[in-house]
């Protein structure tokens, strides 16, 4: 590397303007919401600050029952790459389905916690999918789920699985995975893990939304009325869905540009995922 190139290099890095989406100490500017409690219910101190780390835990739960639950920070994102390391830890709480061994994830262009119903699971949203290997064979990160939401992928095809498989490596064990997403609003999305692009899509929007929410009520109707609109935007929301998961070094680059780098289209067809959210 030449002395020009380093000099311009550590200028870019200079003006860029990373943010942490977590202050170290406590848990301000995030907003709580589980299923079947309140908001800000911190229920069974399911979320917790805890030194250089966001600690999803569940040593005070005798059983899981269904508390699905996320935590959303308080700014919605349009275009932005949000950087990140994850841990999953020890054993799954009892009650917890099979396929959330090992499983949880990061929401983005999400609903706001204040506008889930009291029961609602999942939020409208995408999220990054974070699965820890179970010691034997393949078991992919970095993927893709669709509460509420559908996409298209690089070739243009309208996507509306639930979930789609990455083509990362399996991570086993309890240790840090680094993971990166980069979001260009309702263009184009990457998912990185450990430096590999893993996972590309494009033009997500509003679809399925009726997706485990049961009877169609007041929520499904207002959502059902947006089906196919562009997603642009929305939060960001760590999840809780029954393993114990540490998150740390949550960064937040908001990009000036909203114009995305040419996409890579690759000859990889997107692969299904089941019975995981």
């Not at 450990?194 to 590309?200: A, H, K, N, P, Y």
């Not at 959502?223 to 869905?241: F, H, M, N, S, T």
Request: proline share 4%; glycine share 10%.
């Amino acid at each position: 590397m030449n002395a020009g190139y380093a000099q311009q290099k550590l200028k870019r890095a200079a003006q860029e303007n990373w943010i942490s989406l977590y202050n170290g100490k406590d848990l301000t500017g995030w907003d709580i919401k589980i299923a079947g409690h309140k908001l800000n219910d911190n229920y069974k101190n399911t979320f917790r600050a805890e030194g250089d780390m966001i600690r999803v835990a569940y040593d005070q739960y005798q059983k899981f029952d269904g508390k699905y639950g996320h935590m959303y920070y308080k700014t919605p994102y349009s275009h932005y790459i949000l950087r990140f390391e994850y841990r999953f830890l020890g054993n799954q709480v009892p009650g917890g389905e099979e396929w959330n061994v090992r499983n949880s994830g990061i929401m983005y262009h999400s609903q706001p916690a204040k506008s889930l119903t009291m029961e609602q699971e999942f939020p409208v949203s995408l999220e990054v999918q974070l699965l820890g290997g179970l010691g034997t064979g393949e078991r992919h990160t970095g993927n893709l789920c669709t509460p509420g939401t559908q996409m298209h992928d690089m070739q243009g095809k309208l996507v509306s699985a639930h979930c789609i498989d990455s083509n990362s490596k399996t991570y086993n064990g309890d240790r840090w995975v680094k993971a990166e997403i980069q979001v260009y609003g309702d263009s184009l999305v990457r998912h990185i893990i450990e430096g590999d692009t893993v996972l590309t899509y494009q033009k997500p929007e509003i679809g399925e939304v009726n997706w485990k929410q049961g009877k169609e009520d007041a929520y499904s109707k207002i959502w059902k009325a947006q089906d196919g609109a562009p997603l642009k935007q929305g939060y960001i929301a760590l999840q809780a869905e029954s393993h114990a998961i540490d998150f740390r070094n949550l960064r937040l680059l908001n990009l000036r540009t909203t114009t995305p780098p040419k996409p890579r289209v690759g000859k990889r067809t997107l692969k299904p995922a089941t019975g995981q959210h």
